[in-house]
């Protein structure tokens, strides 16, 4: 695998980088693990356009966490983040399906 190809992983192996990620405290890490997840989302979601990537679980887990670290704070809809938390650990847990 040559440096600037990225591994596919696993939609739970991303959604636990997601969760995990919500402790993080370097928004360079953080957004260049945002974009190393969202190739993989797209790779695995082929079939899907773009609106329903932007609302995927795990772009709402990465982008409300940078939310926070520009403007500590600022998060987006306490709802869409529940429901993607949930959804992410449910999938950890093996008790949920992909979208």
Known sequence: MCNNEVKVRTMVELAQEAIDVQSACNLS???HSFSRAMTNVRTLEQDKGTAYINSHPIAILYTDKIA??????SSLNGTDYAKAYNWAMDLIEGKAERL
């Open 29 to 31: 890490g953080c957004v």
């Open 68 to 73: 926070s670290l520009v403007s500590p704070g």
